[in-house]
């Protein structure tokens, strides 16, 4: 029986006691009826009870489970998260690698750009003046006859003499021709190889008698006859060099290199 209940009897008790004493004269139906009906009020209540107890505990249950529940989706949720977490820094890293990556393509690139830049460059024609004439010659040509004419100026006849023969053979049609004659020709003079010299700068003459070179090299000619000891070569190309370049600086030197030959 539940608190409610012995409450209720204890209380009829209390009620039964307290009537005066005239309520003995109930016939016994009465109170038998009574003692019955308050008896289901108490199973009414009993019941009642039971089942709104019944009813809390499956809430309870139904709550516990749904809290259960939340509590495995919240796990879930966190392991997904750092499952995410870890995949982005997977990614971050990788994009950290690929910007890295990309530089160092973007560097290379520009490393090979600059190298076919400059190979370009060594292999394209470069505008030269020489002898008072500009024209364009190829890097390498002009490295050629620079190299040639730096062992004159140094005092190597020997080796001027092998390059600017050299250069003659491989370049025959370029711009540099008549100043690599003319050069080719004093080396030649410096080792004292006086036909050879002549020869040079003859072939000056001939090809281009325009030349600014051609009456030096007319002067040399007559030079390279003297120390063969030829003075009558010397003096018919002096007079060669006044009738042909008579207003140039090699025919004055010319006339005082004749004057001293009488």
């Given at each position: 029986m539940s608190t409610l209940a012995r409450g209720l009897v204890v209380g009829f008790a209390w009620l039964v006691l307290a009537l005066p004493a005239r309520a003995a004269l109930f016939a016994d139906d009465e109170a038998?009826?009574?003692?019955?009906?308050?008896?289901?009020?108490?199973q009414q209540l009993e019941q009642a009870n039971a089942r709104q107890a019944d009813a809390a505990a499956k809430a309870q249950a139904q709550l516990l489970e749904q809290v259960q529940v939340l509590q495995r989706s919240v796990l879930e949720l966190n392991g997904q998260l750092e499952s995410l977490?870890?995949?982005?820094?997977?990614?971050?890293?990788?994009?950290?690698?690929?910007?890295?990556d990309l530089a160092d393509v973007q560097r290379r690139q520009k490393d090979i750009t600059q190298g076919v830049d400059d190979r370009i460059r060594k292999l394209e024609p470069v505008k030269v003046t020489v002898d008072g004439r500009e024209f364009m010659a190829d890097p390498e040509e002009k490295r050629l006859f620079d190299d040639?004419?730096?062992?004159?100026?140094?005092?190597?006849?020997d080796k001027a003499a092998v390059l600017f023969g050299a250069f003659l053979r491989r370049y025959p049609a370029s711009g540099y021709v008549d100043s690599a004659r003319f050069w080719l020709g004093n080396a030649q003079y410096g080792k004292r190889e006086y036909k050879d010299a002549i020869a040079s700068f003859?072939?000056?003459?001939?090809?281009?008698?325009?030349?600014?070179?051609?009456?030096?090299?007319?002067?040399?000619?007559?030079?390279?006859?003297?120390?063969?000891?030829?003075?009558?070569g010397a003096r018919a190309t002096i007079a060669e060099l006044l009738k042909t370049y008579p207003k140039s600086e090699a025919a004055q030197a010319g006339r005082e290199?004749?004057?001293a030959l009488k």
């Amino acid at each position: 029986m539940s608190t409610l209940a012995r409450g209720l009897v204890v209380g009829f008790a209390w009620l039964v006691l307290a009537l005066p004493a005239r309520a003995a004269l109930f016939a016994d139906d009465e109170a038998r009826n009574a003692i019955l009906e308050l008896r289901q009020k108490v199973q009414q209540l009993e019941q009642a009870n039971a089942r709104q107890a019944d009813a809390a505990a499956k809430a309870q249950a139904q709550l516990l489970e749904q809290v259960q529940v939340l509590q495995r989706s919240v796990l879930e949720l966190n392991g997904q998260l750092e499952s995410l977490r870890g995949e982005i820094a997977k990614l971050r890293g990788a994009d950290e690698q690929l910007t890295r990556d990309l530089a160092d393509v973007q560097r290379r690139q520009k490393d090979i750009t600059q190298g076919v830049d400059d190979r370009i460059r060594k292999l394209e024609p470069v505008k030269v003046t020489v002898d008072g004439r500009e024209f364009m010659a190829d890097p390498e040509e002009k490295r050629l006859f620079d190299d040639s004419l730096a062992s004159l100026r140094n005092g190597d006849y020997d080796k001027a003499a092998v390059l600017f023969g050299a250069f003659l053979r491989r370049y025959p049609a370029s711009g540099y021709v008549d100043s690599a004659r003319f050069w080719l020709g004093n080396a030649q003079y410096g080792k004292r190889e006086y036909k050879d010299a002549i020869a040079s700068f003859r072939a000056l003459v001939a090809s281009s008698p325009d030349s600014p070179r051609a009456p030096e090299a007319l002067l040399a000619v007559a030079n390279c006859q003297i120390e063969s000891k030829d003075v009558k070569g010397a003096r018919a190309t002096i007079a060669e060099l006044l009738k042909t370049y008579p207003k140039s600086e090699a025919a004055q030197a010319g006339r005082e290199r004749l004057a001293a030959l009488k």
